[in-house]
């Protein structure tokens, strides 16, 4: 990976801001103003409002107000990688242990820079995002072994405050567990992913192909029907400083 390009730190700034906003409208609308690509997804998952996913991603403000406000009440997703120069690790909620362990063997062996935004993902995992050349090429991958799963080029990650209903029927988002660091640095995906998968090193599995890493940009915003919603029930978003005195946003799937 090509480290010598100077990193923009826009895009990690804005997700920071982002993260503290208490509507993805207003949350999408920052993302979009510092050049990071955003689009819509359906209420309560990680699925594109659009046929066309994250190929629909846009910076256009006139754009993104428009999705936000016909469909107010919409998740948010950014495409990982170069498109939004923004990479994450994912630590898998259902090998949660196991992946902490596996990162601070990468952080103790040199591999791991400090994360520069550390989210919790509404089933129970980790998102640790860093930023990335646009001129770096990294492919998505997941090594279910490790606990760790990659979302770089060709996949995508729902971002706060997207709600997510799960399967067991529980209404959560995602929340920011820290800023993180300010002297966060690129990730070596390759190196890592070679540390933490020796099977790829005698010739195991291949990356995630573009199909393969879209789905696995869902992972956390799966719904317990994967088919659209219909009817009408409630889901409460969550007032984001706890206070008591605004009642949470309701909104209608």
């Given amino acids: 990976m090509d480290t010598t390009h100077e990193l923009d730190p826009a895009p990690l700034t804005a997700a920071r801001r982002a993260a503290d906003t208490s509507s993805t409208g207003e949350a999408a609308r ?6 990071v690509p955003v689009f819509p997804c359906v209420q309560g998952s990680a699925r594109p409002l659009s046929v066309r996913g994250s190929r629909g991603a846009s910076t256009d403000l006139d754009r993104v107000a428009w999705w ?7 998740n948010l997703a950014v495409p990982t990688g170069a498109a939004s120069r923004l990479d994450v690790l994912e ?23 400090q994360p520069g935004l550390v989210l919790s993902t509404p089933t129970g995992g980790l998102s640790l995002i860093f930023p990335r050349s646009p001129q770096d090429t990294q492919q998505s991958w997941d090594a279910p072994r490790s ?5 770089g080029d060709g996949s995508q990650v729902l971002l706060p405050p997207s709600l997510v209903l799960r399967a067991d029927g529980v209404v959560a988002r995602a929340q920011l567990v820290g800023p993180g660091s300010t002297r966060t640095g ?6 890592l992913r070679h ?26 915003g799966r719904t317990a029907d994967p088919r659209p919603m219909t009817g009408a029930r409630s889901m409460s978003r969550p007032d984001p400083d706890g206070s008591s005195h605004r009642p949470p946003e309701v909104v209608s799937l």
């Avoid at 936000?68 to 919409?74: A, D, I, K, N, V």
């Avoid at 606990?147 to 979302?151: D, E």
């Avoid at 690129?186 to 190196?191: F, G, S």
């Fill in 30 to 35: 920052l993302l979009a103003a510092a050049g």
């Fill in 68 to 74: 936000w406000s016909r469909y107010p009440t919409t």
């Fill in 91 to 113: 630590v898998r909620a259902d090998r949660t242990k196991s992946g902490i362990s596996t990162l601070r063997r990468a952080m103790r062996a040199g591999l791991l820079p």
């Fill in 147 to 151: 606990g760790l799963l990659f979302h």
């Fill in 186 to 191: 690129p990730i070596d995906a390759d190196t």
């Fill in 195 to 220: 540390f933490v998968d020796p099977a790829l090193a005698r010739g195991g599995r291949p990356a995630l192909s573009p199909s393969a890493a879209v789905r696995a940009g869902r992972s956390w």
